[in-house]
């Protein structure tokens, strides 16, 4: 079974400004790298649709999607670009890549639990798990993950999902929407302190927070992934993956101070999938988040891409 591509045009096209580090040459630095290395002849590339508003009121209040959407479209009709606070900000073109961003995630886990095919990634933005019920923060509006997670939940008929979450920021939008939810068990790492200063006390018992020093490296990450994550994620048995796949622990990110490689990731990657495949049959949709340093993102993505659809 192969690995689906999510991707979409308008993803390119939300732009924050001149200078800001979520910029849209971080979907082409990915496509690039995927072409020049033969891997995207290896995937099911698929255009994402645009999101249905009721999956995304699974995860977010129903007066925060209808304010946001009204704002934004307000913005596309105007044509000026408004700051929604000191980090994110939204372009005419914002709405449309929102929508696709989490419309991909929902997509994609239809494609998965329908076995069309095994596993999916999502090369899209706005990233979204700074999002949470009721707000837009650092870089996210939706929260394409826990959208999708709740899709297949309350839609699809799962029991049990994970959400893995490796980006170097907490994901303190997932935690808001998921603590509590004991269908859920999120596990993550984040460099702490960092942005956006919260997770050193988990918010419900289905979280399992790792606040990891400055200057870190991956040894070390391995470590501790492997004591506070694996004996968690196994004894929960969840029936699909999900991932917050951020690339900016990447020691060459220049947003953390975290000292991951691309072996990292392929070695966390190839962990997660050894879950998946003995619980959850193979079942991954991982969604792009951070990662700003472009080389270093196109080939932190290719490894995790790789180990998802069993080519390396
Ligand atoms: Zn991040």
């Known amino acids: 079974m192969s690995t689906a591509f999510y ?6 096209l939300h732009d ?32 994402a649709p645009a999101v249905d508003l ?9 007066r925060y999607v209808a304010e946001l959407k009204n704002l934004l479209e307000e913005v596309s009709a105007s044509g000026q670009p408004r700051a929604l606070d000191p980090d994110t900000a939204a372009c005419p073109a914002t709405w449309q890549a929102v929508l696709r961003a989490a419309g991909a995630a929902v997509a994609a886990t239809d494609a998965v639990i329908d076995r069309e095919v095994e596993s ?11 999002a949470t019920r009721d707000e837009a923060m650092g870089f996210c509006f939706f929260n394409n993950v826990a959208i999708a997670a709740r899709h297949a939940l309350d839609v699809r008929g799962l029991n049990r999902v994970a959400i893995v979450d490796f980006d170097v920021h907490h994901g303190n939008g997932t935690e808001d929407i998921i603590a509590g939810d004991e269908r859920v068990l999120m596990v993550s790492i984040f460099q702490h302190p960092l942005y956006p200063f919260s997770g050193a006390v988990p918010k419900g018992t289905n979280m399992v927070n790792v606040p990891i020093p400055p200057y870190t490296k991956g040894g070390e990450v391995r470590e501790v992934i492997e004591a506070m994550w694996m004996p968690q994620l196994e004894a929960f048995r969840p029936e699909m993956i999900f991932i917050s796949a951020g690339f900016d622990a990447h020691r060459e990110d220049e947003l953390g101070q975290l000292g991951l490689v691309e072996a990292d990731y392929e070695w966390i990657t190839r962990r997660v999938k050894g879950v998946a495949d003995r619980h959850a049959k193979g079942r991954i949709v991982s969604c792009l988040e951070g990662g700003y340093a472009l080389g270093a993102l ?11 659809a069993d080519l390396t």
């Open 7 to 12: 991707t979409h045009s308008d993803c390119r």
């Open 16 to 47: 924050m400004g001149r200078g800001h580090p979520e910029c849209p040459q971080r979907l082409d630095a990915i496509q690039d790298h995927l072409r020049s290395t033969g891997l995207d002849v290896a995937l099911d590339l698929r255009d």
């Open 54 to 62: 009721r999956c995304v009121e699974r995860a977010h209040s129903a």
């Open 120 to 130: 999916a990634f999502c090369a899209v933005r706005p990233p979204g798990h700074h």
């Open 298 to 308: 196109a080939r932190s993505v290719a490894v995790h891409v790789r180990v998802l």
